[in-house]
């Protein structure tokens, strides 16, 4: 099987994924714009693997080898050699679009382009290459090393072969895949928490419960590892926002529409754990 993987972006997810392809043996070319947040991205790469050799999960020479594996790089022609490039950009599509008006030009024919966004339809990203069956979701969950699913989608034109090389992928890194046959904005698991999350901020914010109480609910109603206002505040309110927004452009159904102090939370900046504040305090 094809060994070859660039990863563009080099934030959380980037690095997540970098760094799980690594240690199951991939080469990888992890790109950004700027230095720093290459210097950023592989630090936290590093970091996470000493956690893991701490805790006794991961040999200290397999750590070393895997981070061997990783080379980084603002060049996007580093792309060249890869057979699967996973782009995770921020959740813009014209951004998207022109990463993969650029991948087209640059890698070659056989390799598999794939997108980490977990809402923007990938029919739309694809349309920007002259390959669109060549195209496919590959969403991930965070923190990578930690999550276990990969949510494959298939645009409109991608072909088998492209989503069978994806799951290949996928599943040589550790994750257990499911696959969105149709697509539609939002896909399936972001569909559902953005629904979950947007009815659960309305009854916060009508008073209805306390964000503790909510979640709990869920935890202990529903059997949910974490309530949905602990989600958003994990994940970000702002990129939840962004999602559940991308969803209700594409859908115009109501109950995607983010409630009034979604937005003004994210105005604030009180966007979660990376803040300090969210529905709670960090």
Not at 12 to 27: C, E, H, K, T
Not at 28 to 33: E, F, K, N, P, S
């Amino acid at each position: 099987m094809a060994k070859k993987l660039a990863v563009i972006g080099a934030g959380l997810m980037g690095s997540g994924i970098a760094q799980v392809s690594a240690q199951a043996g991939w080469d990888v070319v992890l790109r950004d714009v700027t230095d720093e947040a290459l210097a950023r991205g592989k630090g936290g790469i590093e970091a996470s693997y000493e956690k893991f050799v701490a805790k006794g999960k991961l040999a200290a020479s397999d750590a070393e080898q895997a981070l061997a594996r990783i080379t980084t790089t603002t060049d996007l022609e580093a792309t060249a050699e890869a057979d699967i490039v996973v782009e995770a950009v921020f959740e813009r599509i014209d951004v998207k679009r022109e990463i993969f008006q650029t991948l087209d030009k640059l890698v070659k024919d056989e390799a598999v382009l794939a997108s980490n966004t977990s809402a923007i339809p990938i029919t739309k990203i694809a349309a920007a290459t002259s390959r669109p069956e060549r195209v496919v979701g590959a969403h991930f969950f965070s923190p990578v090393p930690m999550m276990q699913l990969c949510e494959l989608v298939r645009g409109y034109k991608t072909s088998d072969e492209t989503l069978a090389t994806a799951r290949e992928f996928a599943e040589s890194v550790g994750k257990t895949c499911v696959v969105v046959n149709r697509d539609v904005a939002g896909f399936v698991t972001t569909r559902l928490i953005s629904a979950l999350v947007v009815e659960a901020t309305k009854l916060y914010e009508s008073g209805v419960a306390s964000a503790e109480d909510i979640d709990t609910a869920c935890k202990l109603g529903f059997g949910h590892a974490m309530g949905p206002l602990a989600t958003a505040d994990l994940t970000g309110i702002d990129i939840l926002m962004h999602a559940t927004d991308n969803i209700y452009t594409e859908s115009q159904d109501e109950k995607f529409a983010p409630p009034e102090i979604m937005r003004r939370m994210v105005d604030a900046g009180d966007i979660g754990r990376k803040s300090g504040q969210g529905f709670y305090t960090h």
